[in-house]
């Protein structure tokens, strides 16, 4: 059996608005496994985000415990958990978040200044990353010479640069066509088949869902369903 990368309990999560307290989780649990291709649904304002940025070790739950490879997140300093977010996990936006003045090379190497790694080291996983997303003959182009679909996955390939064991997509595919849509999900879907990577994904779209192996739906802070194979939302 796969080893739980993800396992969170009874999570809650509440934000303090002036007088006004947000329930943004309301008792949540579920587990990842190693491998897995998980895609979480819901309606704005369901809690998915929440629990999004809980996961990518960006917020903390209010109650309740995440363990992220076993390892207990709130008892993690920031430094931790910043090497946390930048070795093990690789993370992907609907908005790109590319530096336009910056070579599509250059972004990908990004995250590896941040870890410290020898110039040499970040050209060599630059390049192996491009060209594991089809664009090894773009890493001297700027992000605005490129297409939306272009530049996601560039995005990818700089979620890939330092090896991640997780990726956390957050409505990946919202700003494409549907077309670039299918190429994008089909790169995410070889990742997690060839490469064992494991994948959590929002999306509100059926479609997109359909390339996960498991939904997780959200409503009112709470999940109301689990379970499934993508491709049964698509029938």
């Given at each position: 059996?796969?080893?739980t990368?993800?396992?969170?309990?009874?999570?809650?999560?509440?934000?303090?608005t002036g007088?006004?307290e947000?329930?943004?989780?309301?008792?949540?649990?579920?587990e990842?496994?190693?491998?897995?291709f998980v895609?979480?649904?819901?309606?704005?304002?369901?809690?998915?985000?929440t629990?999004?940025?809980?996961?990518?070790?960006?917020?903390?739950?209010?109650n309740?415990?995440?363990?992220?490879?076993?390892?207990d997140?709130?008892?993690?300093?920031?430094?931790?958990?910043?090497?946390?977010?930048?070795?093990?996990?690789g993370?992907?936006?609907?908005?790109?978040?590319?530096?336009?003045?910056?070579?599509?090379?250059?972004?990908?190497?990004?995250?590896?200044?941040?870890?410290?790694?020898?110039?040499?080291?970040?050209?060599?996983?630059?390049?192996?990353?491009?060209?594991?997303?089809g664009?090894?003959?773009?890493e001297?182009?700027?992000?605005?010479?490129?297409s939306g679909?272009?530049?996601?996955?560039?995005?990818?390939?700089?979620a890939?640069?330092?090896?991640?064991?997780?990726?956390?997509?957050?409505?990946?595919?919202?700003?494409?066509?549907t077309?670039?849509?299918?190429e994008?999900?089909?790169?995410?879907q070889?990742?997690?088949?060839?490469?064992?990577?494991t994948i959590?994904?929002?999306?509100?779209?059926p479609?997109?869902?359909?390339y996960?192996?498991?939904?997780?739906?959200?409503?009112?802070?709470?999940?109301?369903?689990?379970?499934?194979?993508?491709?049964?939302?698509?029938?």
């Amino acid at each position: 059996m796969s080893p739980t990368v993800i396992r969170i309990e009874d999570a809650h999560k509440v934000y303090n608005t002036g007088e006004v307290e947000v329930h943004a989780l309301r008792g949540v649990s579920f587990e990842v496994k190693k491998g897995e291709f998980v895609a979480v649904m819901g309606p704005s304002g369901s809690g998915k985000s929440t629990m999004m940025n809980i996961i990518g070790c960006l917020d903390r739950v209010t109650n309740g415990s995440y363990l992220l490879d076993g390892i207990d997140v709130a008892t993690l300093s920031k430094d931790q958990l910043a090497d946390i977010r930048n070795q093990k996990i690789g993370f992907v936006f609907q908005s790109f978040n590319l530096i336009s003045r910056t070579s599509v090379l250059d972004n990908v190497m990004l995250p590896m200044v941040y870890a410290g790694l020898p110039v040499p080291e970040r050209q060599r996983r630059a390049r192996l990353a491009l060209a594991s997303v089809g664009l090894a003959e773009k890493e001297r182009s700027l992000p605005n010479q490129l297409s939306g679909g272009q530049q996601q996955r560039v995005a990818l390939a700089r979620a890939l640069a330092n090896e991640p064991s997780l990726i956390l997509a957050d409505e990946p595919t919202g700003a494409l066509d549907t077309r670039t849509s299918e190429e994008v999900m089909n790169i995410f879907q070889g990742l997690n088949r060839e490469n064992g990577i494991t994948i959590v994904l929002i999306t509100h779209e059926p479609d997109i869902a359909a390339y996960a192996d498991r939904i997780v739906r959200f409503r009112d802070g709470r999940i109301c369903e689990e379970g499934g194979r993508g491709e049964e939302l698509a029938s």
